[in-house]
């Protein structure tokens, strides 16, 4: 008889590990970045800047200089009060020291240092000093300049004084290498951060933000003097507005300061940002709840006083009165309460009577101080009502028809058998071709296919009653299950995988974008949640003798010829899904094994919005701009 050996391993005092100073964060840099790839990289970045921008809420700066020099390291200036060097009383070591080396240490946990911040958690420049191979840290104040040297977080040596300067003369310069044992690349994306400059710039008036890459030798100052009024006209360049300048409204209540800026133009979407101390709050809170509940009472009560809407009219919705808006909704505030690591939802209860009342008056004070405005605008926000009482009754069909206790799916799906929402995936295909080569070639048990008929109608340029006249959106809608509009429920969804698959031609990049702005502006948390993906066919089909190749480059192409070069390789070109028979489409792009699939994500909301206005907007010019500047970068240009 066999007996079982057990490993028995000790566990006391002697396991327990204590990781000292900056080691956690060099450990499981994750949990204080998010991540090693390039929003890692760039985070690093924000992390120092933010620190700089939180002088200027104050008033103690109003010029940053960020480099990234030729070896990837960065340096960021500040003319704002300088970190204290002070000895620290409690940890008897230089306050600079200390803000540098320790989690949780900063200005911004008491009062005194700072009234209003983004940063609260403390852990922002240590972390960045943690993930460094080297960092330096010098401080202008009280006369002298003084300079610390990090190695891995570590200090080289003491701080010392290092030279005299003019009292006047003030400020923190932190320079930085990252480590590359750490980060999975150095390459900055140029334009990312920018975009980043440019809403801070926008959200904090007077402060100027010089940004060089000495890398490419490019260097842009975003200096904005209308503040978030430029803002929105920035957002609007693209749009034609209805009142030429838009409202702003400022007030302080209390510890609070209220910023909006808003201006309607004659498109159907709506484009509001919110942002707490300078940070993008993208899932709202309370001080967007303020401000839609004001803006909504505001205009209904001048509808009504001034005979828009009659006695016996219904009021107009939240919806109604946001379509064709462009909006920033701004807050300062000591102690903001976010929800979740991310920031992405301000929780302070209070902040929403403040917005609501702020909004509310200096709301009403423009419509009556500018009457034609705001009868273009009232006049837009009735015919939204029109409209969404159409949309209504068409949405209502469509969920007769699309309700899954009477089966009435569009007879176009091919349904997998599949039951369980996480287990099933939607191929959205283009023609009926390659949708027949699809039903054929699938894994009936979880995949299903949906083909569509030529191009959907460009959501961007319709109203949401148009947009329900259109068939194939209408049996987009009713495959998903989700609705649409202010009944949209994602809880709903039918497939938790939905993968747009078109040809690898410009009739098929089309298709796909049309797509992708249908999915941006009526079903946006169903990318943010991930369920939202392209599928990759190969472009080439390379055979020499027996060996056979999918290619889905051009790049690829070229290797795998040169490898043939003494050999006759032939080629064939897929432009089309339904080139393929359903065993090639199976195996190439299907296959969860073998296929190859890119989740659609938005990193930045206020850039897609920007972009999807721009390309799919009725303003040509800023398009035809677009595609002069990058008509050389086009790649698989079906000619």
């Given at each position: ?14 396991n ?144 010392k ?61 975003f ?23 838009p ?24 484009s ?19 401000f ?57 209860a ?11 008056e ?58 369980d ?13 390659a ?36 068939a ?11 609705s ?50 392209i ?18 480059s ?78 050389r ?7």
């Open positions: 008889m066999a007996q079982a050996v057990t490993s028995k391993s000790t566990y006391d005092a002697s327990i590990q204590v990781l000292e100073g900056l080691e956690a964060v060099r450990r499981r840099p994750g949990m204080y970045i998010g991540s090693t790839d390039i929003r890692g990289l760039h985070h690093l970045i924000f992390e120092v800047v933010d620190n700089a921008v939180d002088e200027a809420l104050g008033g103690y700066c109003d010029t940053i200089r960020v480099t990234i020099h030729p070896d990837a390291s960065v340096t960021v200036s500040d003319n704002g009060r300088g970190i204290p060097v002070k000895k620290h009383p409690k940890m008897n070591t230089s306050a600079l020291e200390v803000v540098m080396t320790v989690l949780h240490a900063g200005g911004k946990f008491g009062s005194g240092g700072y009234a209003m911040s983004s940063g609260l958690h403390g852990v922002g420049v240590s972390v960045v000093n943690g993930l460094s191979e080297w960092m330096i840290s010098e401080v202008r104040r009280d006369g002298g300049r003084y300079r610390q040297e990090y190695r891995r977080g570590v200090p080289v040596a003491a701080v004084k290092v030279g005299t300067i003019d009292k006047a003369e003030q400020g923190t310069t932190q320079s930085w290498m990252p480590d590359s044992t750490i980060f999975d690349s150095l390459d900055y994306n140029y334009d990312l951060i920018a975009q980043r400059f440019r809403e801070m710039a926008y959200l904090t008036r007077g402060l100027r933000i010089v940004f060089i890459d000495e890398r490419s030798d490019r260097e842009t100052t200096y904005f003097e209308g503040g978030i009024t430029s803002f929105v006209r920035h957002l609007n360049k693209t749009k034609t507005p209805l009142h030429p300048k409202f702003y409204m400022h007030r302080q209540v209390g510890d609070f300061i209220v910023e909006a800026a808003i201006q309607y133009n004659d498109t159907y979407g709506e509001v940002h919110s942002f707490a101390n300078n940070i993008n709050t993208v899932d709202g809170g309370t001080h967007l709840t303020g839609r509940s004001a803006l909504t009472r505001t205009i209904n009560d001048y509808a009504r006083k001034n005979g828009f809407l009659k006695e016996n009219d219904d009021s107009l919705t939240g919806e109604d009165v946001r379509e064709g808006l462009t909006a920033i909704v701004s807050v300062k505030l000591p102690e903001p309460q976010f929800e979740g690591q991310t920031k992405g939802k301000l929780g302070n209070p902040m929403s009577g403040a917005v609501n009342s702020v909004v509310g200096l709301l009403a004070q423009h419509l009556e101080e500018n009457p034609q405005a705001a009868k273009r605008i009232v006049e837009k926000c009735v015919n939204a009502a029109r409209a969404r009482d159409a949309a209504r009754k068409a949405r209502e069909l469509v969920q007769r028809k699309g309700s899954l206790e009477t089966f009435s799916l569009p007879g176009k799906l091919a349904d997998c058998s599949e039951r929402p996480a287990r099933s995936e939607l191929y959205i295909v283009e023609g009926d071709s949708g027949g080569s699809a039903k054929q070639g699938r894994d009936r048990r979880y995949q299903a296919i949906l083909p569509l008929r030529g191009k959907i109608l460009n959501v961007e340029k319709a109203r949401l009653d148009k947009m329900l006249q259109n194939e959106i209408r049996s987009l809608i009713t495959a998903l299950g989700t649409i509009g202010d009944q949209f429920d994602p809880s709903k969804l039918r497939y938790h995988r939905i993968i747009v698959m078109t040809d690898a031609d410009v009739d098929g990049a089309h298709i796909r974008t049309l797509l992708l702005t249908f999915f941006f502006r009526h079903m946006e948390s169903l990318i943010v949640d991930g369920r939202l993906f599928a990759q066919p190969p472009l080439y089909r390379l055979q020499s003798g027996k060996d056979v190749h999918w290619v889905y051009d790049e690829e192409r070229d290797e795998i010829m040169a490898r043939y070069k003494d050999k006759k390789v032939e080629t064939q070109r897929y432009k089309g899904l339904g080139e393929m028979n359903p065993e090639q489409l199976w195996d190439t792009t299907m296959n969860a094994e073998t296929r190859t699939l890119l989740q659609v994500t938005i990193d930045d909301a206020v850039r897609a919005d920007e972009t999807f206005d721009m390309l799919m907007g009725n303003a040509v010019p800023p398009r035809k701009s677009f595609i002069q500047t990058h008509a970068q086009v790649q698989n240009l079906d000619v």
